[in-house]
Protein backbone atom coordinates (compact mmCIF):
# COMPACT_ATOMS: atom_id res chain seq x y z
CA UNK A 1 0.00 0.00 0.00
CA UNK A 2 1.08 3.19 -1.12
CA UNK A 3 2.18 5.00 2.74
CA UNK A 4 4.63 8.25 3.74
CA UNK A 5 6.37 8.17 7.12
CA UNK A 6 7.42 10.71 9.39
CA UNK A 7 9.77 9.47 11.60
CA UNK A 8 9.43 12.57 14.32
CA UNK A 9 6.01 14.18 15.49
CA UNK A 10 7.91 16.67 17.29
CA UNK A 11 11.59 18.83 16.93
CA UNK A 12 12.71 21.05 18.39
CA UNK A 13 15.42 23.37 18.10
CA UNK A 14 16.78 26.40 19.10
CA UNK A 15 16.78 29.41 16.84
CA UNK A 16 19.40 29.76 14.30
CA UNK A 17 19.95 26.23 14.71
CA UNK A 18 20.11 23.98 11.49
CA UNK A 19 16.95 21.35 10.93
CA UNK A 20 16.00 18.16 9.03
CA UNK A 21 12.69 16.82 8.84
CA UNK A 22 12.55 13.25 8.09
CA UNK A 23 10.48 11.45 5.51
CA UNK A 24 10.06 7.56 3.99
CA UNK A 25 8.05 6.26 1.64
CA UNK A 26 6.56 2.91 0.05
CA UNK A 27 8.72 2.77 -2.86
CA UNK A 28 7.25 2.57 -6.35
CA UNK A 29 8.42 2.56 -9.81
CA UNK A 30 7.48 6.73 -10.32
CA UNK A 31 6.77 8.60 -7.43
CA UNK A 32 6.13 12.58 -6.77
CA UNK A 33 6.82 14.04 -3.01
CA UNK A 34 5.59 17.16 -1.70
CA UNK A 35 6.47 19.55 1.52
CA UNK A 36 3.82 21.60 2.57
CA UNK A 37 3.68 23.62 5.98
CA UNK A 38 0.48 24.46 8.23
CA UNK A 39 0.92 27.29 10.81
CA UNK A 40 -1.66 27.68 13.42
CA UNK A 41 -5.07 27.85 12.63
CA UNK A 42 -3.93 27.80 8.90
CA UNK A 43 -4.23 25.50 5.86
CA UNK A 44 -1.39 23.86 4.51
CA UNK A 45 0.61 25.82 1.56
CA UNK A 46 3.33 23.91 -0.63
CA UNK A 47 7.17 24.10 0.53
CA UNK A 48 8.33 22.44 -2.56
CA UNK A 49 8.12 19.14 -4.38
CA UNK A 50 9.93 17.01 -6.16
CA UNK A 51 8.14 15.57 -9.98
CA UNK A 52 11.66 14.94 -11.71
CA UNK A 53 15.29 15.62 -12.56
CA UNK A 54 17.40 17.20 -10.21
CA UNK A 55 17.38 15.65 -6.56
CA UNK A 56 17.98 18.36 -4.18
CA UNK A 57 14.73 20.46 -4.48
CA UNK A 58 14.74 24.07 -3.02
CA UNK A 59 11.37 25.67 -2.07
CA UNK A 60 10.42 28.77 -0.41
CA UNK A 61 11.52 30.13 3.37
CA UNK A 62 15.04 28.60 2.52
CA UNK A 63 13.78 25.11 3.00
CA UNK A 64 15.60 22.42 0.90
CA UNK A 65 14.66 18.49 0.28
CA UNK A 66 16.52 15.94 -1.13
CA UNK A 67 15.19 13.16 -3.04
CA UNK A 68 17.31 9.66 -2.13
CA UNK A 69 15.70 6.93 -4.24
CA UNK A 70 17.93 4.01 -2.80
CA UNK A 71 17.01 4.78 0.78
CA UNK A 72 12.95 6.18 -0.47
CA UNK A 73 13.66 9.08 1.78
CA UNK A 74 12.87 12.81 0.95
CA UNK A 75 14.25 14.77 3.60
CA UNK A 76 13.51 18.27 4.26
CA UNK A 77 16.28 20.86 5.88
CA UNK A 78 17.14 24.26 6.52
CA UNK A 79 20.33 25.29 7.54
CA UNK A 80 18.96 28.11 10.20
CA UNK A 81 16.21 28.23 11.45
CA UNK A 82 13.83 31.40 13.08
CA UNK A 83 10.94 31.50 15.49
CA UNK A 84 8.86 32.41 12.26
CA UNK A 85 9.43 28.20 10.82
CA UNK A 86 7.05 27.27 13.91
CA UNK A 87 4.77 25.12 12.58
CA UNK A 88 3.52 21.59 11.47
CA UNK A 89 5.35 20.33 8.51
CA UNK A 90 3.66 17.07 6.29
CA UNK A 91 5.81 15.23 4.02
CA UNK A 92 3.01 13.56 1.25
CA UNK A 93 3.58 11.62 -1.84
CA UNK A 94 1.61 10.54 -4.62
CA UNK A 95 2.04 7.80 -7.44
CA UNK A 96 0.71 9.01 -10.37
CA UNK A 97 -1.08 11.80 -11.90
CA UNK A 98 -4.12 10.25 -11.56
CA UNK A 99 -4.04 9.25 -7.65
CA UNK A 100 -5.00 10.98 -4.89
CA UNK A 101 -1.74 12.34 -2.38
CA UNK A 102 -1.22 10.53 0.36
CA UNK A 103 0.00 12.73 3.29
CA UNK A 104 2.22 11.50 6.57
CA UNK A 105 1.30 12.60 10.21
CA UNK A 106 3.04 15.40 10.20
CA UNK A 107 5.85 17.04 12.32
CA UNK A 108 5.56 19.90 14.66
CA UNK A 109 8.60 21.94 14.75
CA UNK A 110 9.34 24.10 17.77
CA UNK A 111 11.34 26.96 17.33
CA UNK A 112 13.20 27.93 21.14
CA UNK A 113 15.16 31.79 21.56
CA UNK B 1 -5.92 35.68 -7.92
CA UNK B 2 -8.24 34.83 -5.06
CA UNK B 3 -7.28 31.48 -3.46
CA UNK B 4 -9.71 28.49 -2.43
CA UNK B 5 -12.14 29.62 -0.15
CA UNK B 6 -13.92 27.75 2.45
CA UNK B 7 -16.91 28.49 4.15
CA UNK B 8 -17.72 29.02 7.31
CA UNK B 9 -14.46 29.24 8.85
CA UNK B 10 -16.33 27.81 11.80
CA UNK B 11 -19.60 25.34 12.70
CA UNK B 12 -21.24 24.24 15.93
CA UNK B 13 -23.24 21.44 15.45
CA UNK B 14 -25.39 18.49 17.87
CA UNK B 15 -24.85 15.17 17.49
CA UNK B 16 -27.46 13.78 15.54
CA UNK B 17 -27.38 17.30 12.86
CA UNK B 18 -26.26 17.51 9.69
CA UNK B 19 -23.35 20.29 8.49
CA UNK B 20 -22.77 21.21 5.19
CA UNK B 21 -19.37 22.56 3.90
CA UNK B 22 -18.42 24.53 1.05
CA UNK B 23 -15.30 25.07 -1.06
CA UNK B 24 -14.48 27.17 -3.95
CA UNK B 25 -11.45 26.01 -5.71
CA UNK B 26 -8.70 28.78 -7.45
CA UNK B 27 -10.11 29.79 -10.93
CA UNK B 28 -9.70 27.30 -13.73
CA UNK B 29 -8.84 24.41 -11.11
CA UNK B 30 -11.34 21.27 -11.77
CA UNK B 31 -10.03 19.06 -8.96
CA UNK B 32 -11.32 19.49 -5.43
CA UNK B 33 -10.29 17.53 -2.51
CA UNK B 34 -11.64 17.09 1.04
CA UNK B 35 -9.54 16.32 3.93
CA UNK B 36 -10.04 15.67 7.74
CA UNK B 37 -7.40 16.74 10.26
CA UNK B 38 -8.87 15.47 13.47
CA UNK B 39 -6.61 15.94 16.90
CA UNK B 40 -3.87 13.71 16.22
CA UNK B 41 -4.93 11.58 13.65
CA UNK B 42 -3.14 13.89 10.41
CA UNK B 43 -4.73 14.42 7.58
CA UNK B 44 -7.11 11.92 6.18
CA UNK B 45 -8.81 11.82 2.36
CA UNK B 46 -12.37 12.09 2.64
CA UNK B 47 -13.00 12.43 -1.46
CA UNK B 48 -11.65 13.14 -5.05
CA UNK B 49 -13.87 15.07 -7.30
CA UNK B 50 -12.95 16.26 -10.94
CA UNK B 51 -15.22 17.58 -13.12
CA UNK B 52 -18.12 16.96 -11.14
CA UNK B 53 -17.56 13.33 -11.10
CA UNK B 54 -16.76 11.41 -7.58
CA UNK B 55 -12.91 10.25 -8.31
CA UNK B 56 -12.01 8.57 -5.43
CA UNK B 57 -13.14 8.26 -1.54
CA UNK B 58 -11.42 7.66 1.57
CA UNK B 59 -12.07 5.14 4.16
CA UNK B 60 -15.47 7.26 5.64
CA UNK B 61 -18.70 5.72 6.29
CA UNK B 62 -21.34 6.77 3.77
CA UNK B 63 -22.86 9.55 6.12
CA UNK B 64 -19.69 11.68 4.70
CA UNK B 65 -20.96 12.81 1.02
CA UNK B 66 -20.28 15.62 -1.32
CA UNK B 67 -21.06 16.84 -4.59
CA UNK B 68 -19.34 19.14 -7.00
CA UNK B 69 -21.01 22.06 -8.79
CA UNK B 70 -20.82 22.78 -12.73
CA UNK B 71 -18.90 25.72 -11.70
CA UNK B 72 -16.69 23.02 -9.85
CA UNK B 73 -17.31 24.62 -6.73
CA UNK B 74 -18.23 21.70 -3.98
CA UNK B 75 -20.17 20.94 -0.93
CA UNK B 76 -19.46 18.01 2.15
CA UNK B 77 -22.05 16.99 3.77
CA UNK B 78 -22.08 14.90 6.89
CA UNK B 79 -25.06 13.54 8.22
CA UNK B 80 -26.09 12.33 11.72
CA UNK B 81 -23.28 14.35 13.40
CA UNK B 82 -20.84 12.23 15.90
CA UNK B 83 -18.42 13.58 18.71
CA UNK B 84 -15.61 12.35 16.81
CA UNK B 85 -16.36 14.10 13.75
CA UNK B 86 -15.53 17.65 15.52
CA UNK B 87 -12.36 17.84 13.13
CA UNK B 88 -10.68 20.72 10.80
CA UNK B 89 -11.92 20.29 7.20
CA UNK B 90 -9.45 21.07 4.86
CA UNK B 91 -10.58 21.43 0.97
CA UNK B 92 -7.96 21.84 -1.50
CA UNK B 93 -7.94 22.27 -5.62
CA UNK B 94 -5.46 21.64 -8.29
CA UNK B 95 -6.21 21.62 -12.40
CA UNK B 96 -7.22 18.46 -12.47
CA UNK B 97 -6.32 14.64 -13.48
CA UNK B 98 -3.47 15.51 -15.12
CA UNK B 99 -1.77 18.00 -13.07
CA UNK B 100 -2.57 16.63 -9.76
CA UNK B 101 1.15 15.41 -9.58
CA UNK B 102 1.56 19.47 -9.33
CA UNK B 103 0.17 19.69 -5.96
CA UNK B 104 -2.77 20.98 -4.24
CA UNK B 105 -3.58 24.91 -2.96
CA UNK B 106 -5.16 24.39 0.33
CA UNK B 107 -8.15 26.63 1.78
CA UNK B 108 -8.14 27.85 5.67
CA UNK B 109 -10.32 25.09 6.46
CA UNK B 110 -13.65 24.83 8.54
CA UNK B 111 -13.65 24.20 12.01
CA UNK B 112 -16.73 21.57 12.89
CA UNK B 113 -17.35 20.94 16.65
CA UNK B 114 -19.81 18.71 17.40
CA UNK B 115 -21.23 18.95 20.92
Known amino acids: AQSVTQLDSQVPVFEEAPVELRCNYSSSVSVYLFWYVQYPNQGLQLLLKYLSGSTLVKGINGFEAEFNKSQTSFHLRKPSVHISDTAEYFC???????????FGSGTRLSIRP | EAGVTQSPTHLIKTRGQQATLRCSPI?????VYWYQQALGLGLQFLLWYDEGEERNRGNFPPRFSGRQFPNYSSELNVNALELEDSALYLCASSWGLREGTYGYTFGSGTRLTVV
Open chain 1, 92 to 102: AVTYSSASKII
Open chain 2, 27 to 31: SGHTS
